[in-house]
């Protein structure tokens, strides 16, 4: 949104080819584990449903897929008969911490919701309450089948931590924004300490171009510059934001950080609901990537993002949630159904938007962002969820990239990453103690409210 720091706003994802990524050289560790061997699985392929498959994952990697692989010695094996693999997803726009605020304000219009109920929460937030928000967020993320969220929210360090130990992938930026200077002085020595990391990768998180000065951004451009990292971004979310930089500048938003050098494959720009075919354009010329969030701008009712111009263009346009405090989960199997169905309504024909090319914008489209090498192929990042295929709204077996985009209901069964399994047989260990101190957190912070 417009003037919340982090609610819910535009964004544009950035990373580069799945091969050759930067970010993926970091991600050679567990090498010393035994292999584990997926039995029987069935998987997608081109669209089609193929059964009976086995994966082989040696270390943080896929190694090998096909039928009646041999397992190493010692390897540990999973039975997936009755389940479907797919590559894990990455969310590309979330406020994790957040997922604690979920349900504490909704309905409302977005000025008073700010003023009244999230800034004064947000300003008593404390380093226990992000630790135990992400965790809880991350609980939700492995349920979804998400195996690495982009971010940015305050507390990076902890929110770096708190993923880690939860075993997830992630993005992580330190938030930048003039009315709290020492977060731009704070920002690369955070980058500093986490580069490298094989699951945090630290990016520059310049809230949006209307909380950060020319000054500031041109200082977040270089530091993204020295590091290689990620620029992540609210741009252009809503009318009054587009306006205003008319008014003030004479030049869109896009046009303005395309001005100041910005606009790159580095650069992930969220919502992007306001975008003239000019600025779409420009957009793909200069390979920013988009990360769309269409249940968030639906429900603060931002607007609806041109994707079909975006995609005519060439933009790489992937799919975030935003934070719980506008969507209000981080679920990307609701985030696919309800932008196909908005886009379909947008441009007046069910013929646009496919299942398939709106699968394509939550994996392949993400994995291009992130520059990571993910997929469910030899070689790519062991980052996967098995999904129990008896489930009603699975049933008949007739397009599986269907169902999971329009009839998804649950039944991620099983969630790998980087080679860890975090969740099996829809256990996650640790679950219960997070949702009780979760809870905790919350009622302290409401009751300090008074
Ligand atoms: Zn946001």
Known sequence: MSSHLFGAELLSLTIAQCSGQPYDDFNTFYLH???????????????????NRDILIQGNRIID???DLKDGEGAETIDGHGKLAIPGFINCHTHLAMTLLRGYADDME?????????WPLEARLTEDDIRWGVKLGCLELIRFGITCYNDMYYFPDVTAEATREMGLRAFISGVVFDMKPEMLRDVEPFIRRWKGD???????GPHAAYTCSEETLLKVKEIADRHDAMVHMHVSETREEVDG????????????????????????????????????????????NVVDCTVSNLKLTSGIAPLNTLMKAGVNVCLGTDGASSNNNLSL???????????KNAYHTPAAFS????????TENAYRAARLNMGLRAGALADLALIDLRRPWL????????????????????????????????????????????QRRFERLTEQMG
Request: aromatic share 6%; glycine share 6%; with cysteine.
């Open 333 to 343: 199997f609701e985030e696919m159904k309800v932008t196909a169905i908005v886009q």
């Open 355 to 362: 299942a398939e090319q709106i699968w394509q914008l939550a």
């Open 65 to 67: 897929i096909g039928r």
């Open 395 to 438: 049933c008949p077996e007739t397009n599986m990239v269907s169902h999971l985009v329009y009839s998804m209901a649950g039944g991620v069964d099983t969630t790998i990453v980087n080679g860890r399994v975090l969740m099996r047989e829809g256990v996650i260990p640790g679950e219960a103690e997070i949702l009780e101190k979760a």
């Open 110 to 118: 977005l000025m008073p919701w700010l003023k009244e109920k999230i």
């Open 198 to 204: 094989e699951l945090i990768m630290p990016a520059v």
């Open 33 to 51: 584990l035994n292999p584990m061997l997926i039995k029987g699985v069935s998987l997608l392929q081109s669209g089609l449903l193929l059964k």
């Open 245 to 288: 930089f008319l008014l003030t500048k004479g030049m869109s938003p896009v046009e303005y950080l395309d001005h100041l050098g910005l606009l790159n494959e580095r650069l992930a720009a969220v919502h992007c609901v306001w975008l003239s075919e000019e600025d779409c354009y420009l957009l793909a010329e200069r390979k920013a």
